[in-house]
């Protein structure tokens, strides 16, 4: 073994499957179907590739801007990464440092055990209710921290802001992450109380709604002595970690307000339409909040659907995993990719 055994050893997460031929239809990693805001495109034409001879502003200070005053918080309220990914990286390394477990549910975002295991953190997966709701009362116990997606994923379904708040007004003293990658899609936006208690980190992506996922853009909010602590380590590991476009265009996304919405309403409606055309086939899911639906048919097994989709060219995600092996994520693409999604499934069922 030799040097072998001083290695730190981990199972990596494994992100949805990215082909590579043409044509198909892909559902699989909750990319939105449309593309960026058009400020986006012009800006991106407009920059200057001489000038990526320079460093990029290690304060991202133009993006930090945007999104403060977008979101109505203090610049010193806000802190970048390259993606949410990113940022929850740097919060778990950050926050989560004790003998007390972190606590998560056992259905959720699978990174957030590849973290723990990779900083060494303890942690404990509640696990959710036979309707994969969150049951508040296991994060009321004393622990080392908190992470909560709302909505959830791969559920999709969202948590009401009462209980996300309880949960956050019990704990002062641990951190209580909320990922909301999906909450643009549904619900209200737990930054609105990061004013209200210090303990709160609410955490967001440009991956999703704002159509930026190969940009890599992810931002949390919080209280000026959380973003501080943040970015300690985050410069302790890399001062230079955004690039000069992804601050710009990233900057100009949050500037289209319109475009913005635009999208997302297209893709809300999209969902409520999807979610009638599955029920009438025989599926069965909760009722997502998200850019996705977690289906599950009654009567065909959610493996022999997902090869029988892929035989056909459309990519959507399957989780081998207990309580949710019989359950598909569908992404919600443009209405002309569901409805071959649609008309395939009406064919084979």
Not at 95 to 111: E, G, Q, W
Not at 158 to 183: F, K, R
Not at 234 to 248: E, Q
Request: net charge negative; aromatic share 12%.
């Amino acid at each position: 073994m030799g040097w072998e055994e001083k290695v730190r050893r981990v199972v990596p997460y494994i992100p949805g499957e990215q082909p590579k031929q043409k044509g198909i239809i892909k559902l699989n990693t909750n990319e939105c179907p449309y593309p960026p805001s058009p400020l986006v495109k012009r800006k991106a034409a407009e920059f200057r590739t001489d000038e990526l001879r320079l460093y990029p502003d290690p304060d991202a200070s133009l993006l930090v801007k945007s999104l403060a005053d977008y979101y109505g918080v203090k610049e010193d309220q806000i802190f970048v990464g390259v993606g949410s990914d990113d940022v929850l990286a740097m919060s778990f390394l950050t926050f989560f440092n004790s003998d007390r477990p972190v606590l998560f549910p056992d259905i959720t975002y699978s990174f957030y055990d590849v973290w723990a295991e990779l900083f060494q953190i303890p942690y404990r997966c509640p696990a959710l209710d036979e309707d994969f709701r969150l049951k508040k009362e296991d994060y009321l116990s004393e622990n080392g921290g908190i992470v909560i997606p709302n909505p959830n994923a791969p559920t999709g379904l969202y948590e009401e802001l009462d209980t996300i708040e309880e949960i956050v007004a019990s704990n002062p003293d641990s951190v209580v992450i909320i990922d909301e990658a999906y909450v643009d899609f549904g619900g209200r936006s737990a930054l609105e109380l990061v004013d209200k208690y210090e303990n709160l980190l609410v955490v967001q992506t440009f991956s999703k709604s704002r159509a930026m996922a190969g940009i890599r853009i992810g931002f949390a909010a919080g209280s000026s002595k959380l973003i501080c602590y943040l970015k300690d380590v985050k410069f302790s590991f890399n001062s230079y970690t955004m690039n000069a476009p992804s601050i710009a265009w990233g900057a100009a996304s949050i500037l289209d307000d319109g475009y913005f919405k635009e999208t997302v309403g297209k893709i809300i409606n999209t969902r409520e339409r999807v979610k009638k055309e599955l029920s009438a086939l025989g599926f069965v899911f909760p009722d997502s909040s998200s850019n996705f639906i977690f289906a599950s048919h009654k009567s065909i097994p959610a493996s022999e659907l997902f090869e029988a989709l892929k035989q056909e060219g459309i990519y959507v995600r399957h989780f081998n995993k207990p309580r949710i092996d019989n359950y598909l994520r569908i992404t919600i693409g443009t209405d002309e990719q569901m409805d071959e999604l649609l008309t395939f499934l009406k064919r084979y069922i």
